[in-house]
């Protein structure tokens, strides 16, 4: 575990850089994250983590089919708007823990 | 537990999926779609019975197989009796559970589970001896199979560094 100064916020991160306490999450934090990963964040982005966020404080174990069933955006674009690992980047970028769902 | 990172990690899966009971087909879908949703490239390739989950009159049907599955057990864990399996409607039954459970786990049907990977850039083919053998056309094939090709055509794709080829 690491803590590490994102946008001007002290937040606490494990080893592979996700969130370990989410409430430490806001929308600059966000930016700053999804820069580093070469993402620049629209609104369609922040629906998509606004989603994520809203699930996993619902308890539910999230999966790109889960997003893709959310009505915001099919699984085509969210592996267009979080190229390259679209749950794990976005999850990463909403400050949830890493998705530990194998589908 | 804390999983150490490859420093040279994974570019590219090649998937071969030879056999056509669900929980094989399934075994196909679920690496190659673990792997898009790494950033992985996945290319798939469907041969002899494996067909049947790119073929459109069968793919929606696929069984799990109740005789000679020493596997199997009842609901509950008891040991599952081969002589059961031979009776009429307990494969269509069994295979129905299956479905079931996997959809309880968020397991999608065979025919999203394939759109997903390819959302994902996956590509999907289907093996040239096998297609013959079963006299398949593409027209019989699944919309989204980007072609029937050989063996030497799928290996042709599977070069390049870090790339592993799966046999499922």
Redesign the interface.
């Known amino acids: 575990m690491e803590e590490k100064t994102i946008a001007g916020v002290k937040v606490a991160l494990n080893e592979e850089g996700y969130f370990t306490n989410p409430e430490q999450w806001n929308e600059e934090i966000a930016k700053e994250i999804a820069t580093e990963e070469g993402i620049e964040l629209n609104d369609k982005h922040f629906e998509v983590l606004n989603f994520l966020r809203e699930k996993f404080n619902e308890g539910e174990v999230l999966s790109i089919r889960k997003v893709g069933n959310s009505g915001i955006v099919n699984i085509k674009e969210l592996y267009q708007l979080f190229p390259g690992g679209p749950l794990k980047k976005s999850s990463r970028i909403a400050g949830i823990p890493k998705p530990s769902s194998c589908v | 537990m804390?999983?150490k990172k490859e420093e040279n990690p994974l570019k590219k899966v090649c998937v071969i999926c030879a056999k056509g009971s669900i929980e094989d087909v399934y075994a196909t879908l679920?690496m190659a779609?673990?792997a898009?949703?790494?950033?992985i490239e996945a290319k798939v390739f469907f041969t002899f019975f494996g067909l049947d989950a790119i073929t459109k009159n069968r793919m929606k049907k696929l069984k799990t197989a109740t005789l000679g599955n020493p596997a199997m057990r009842m609901p509950g864990g008891l040991p599952f009796p081969s002589l059961l399996g031979v009776l009429p409607g307990v494969e269509a039954g069994v295979s129905l559970m299956m479905k079931k459970g996997m959809e309880k786990?968020?397991?999608?049907p065979v025919e999203?589970?394939l759109?997903?990977i390819i959302?994902?850039?996956g590509e999907i083919y289907a093996c040239k001896m096998a297609a013959e053998m079963f006299k398949l056309e593409k027209k019989d094939l699944w919309d989204e199979v980007i072609d029937i090709i050989t063996v030497g055509d799928f290996y042709a794709m599977c070069g390049g560094e870090n790339t592993q080829i799966i046999f499922t």
Do not use: S
């Not at chain 2, 898009?36 to 950033?39: I, Y």
């Not at chain 2, 786990?105 to 999608?108: M, N, R, Y």
């Open positions: 804390t999983i679920v779609n673990g898009v949703m790494e950033g786990l968020d397991i999608p999203e589970f759109e997903m959302a994902g850039g």
